[in-house]
């Protein structure tokens, strides 16, 4: 018999706190996914490409601007958010672009509306004829391996702290 031999009383003494340290440790992984995975979108930026395997790099711009694509203000990028989402029977972290945050967008238009749904998809706009008629798919948010990785990574964080 391999390990140390204890009580059942011991035993039972040892797993009478874990209930609370799973819970405290879910929080926690909760925490570092969402702040990773809010990096890893943001990277999306610097990289000119979707922060996953297998993508390519953004079609470059038609316009020749001396500013890197969809970095005119930043006001995109630092859009993505994260926050916990608790219902009945699931919880988890919910990455999004907050519509909020392009009120304070230095340029006019992108004060009134989110535009980062039609640069994320790409696709047609309601202003046919106009020089951004038709916008160029430049994913920066969405299923991402790297995410997985770092999720995978991150998992066995769940149980630090209990009996090995």
Not at 15 to 31: G, Q, S, T
Not at 66 to 83: D, Q, Y
Not at 139 to 150: E, L, N, P, R, W
Request: hydrophobic share 35%; proline share 5%; with cysteine.
């Amino acid at each position: 018999m391999a390990g140390k031999v204890i009580t059942p009383r011991q035993l039972a003494q040892q797993w009478l706190r874990l209930p609370n340290k799973f819970e405290v440790n879910v929080f926690n992984f909760e925490i570092l996914v969402g702040n990773a995975a809010k990096k890893i979108f943001r990277d999306s930026f610097y990289l000119r490409r979707f922060n996953s395997s297998g993508t390519f790099s953004w079609q470059s711009r038609r316009d020749h601007k001396p500013h890197p694509i969809l970095e005119e203000t930043g006001a995109l990028k630092h859009s993505i958010v994260w926050e916990r989402f608790y219902s009945n029977k699931n919880r988890g972290v919910k990455l999004f672009t907050d519509p909020d945050m392009f009120k304070f967008s230095n340029r006019q238009y992108g004060r009134n509306f989110c535009y980062a749904a039609i640069h994320n998809e790409g696709g047609k706009i309601a202003k046919p004829g106009s020089p951004a008629s038709y916008i160029r798919q430049r994913q920066f948010i969405g299923y991402s391996t790297t995410v997985a990785d770092k999720i995978s990574s991150y998992s066995i964080r769940i149980f630090d702290g209990f009996p090995k």
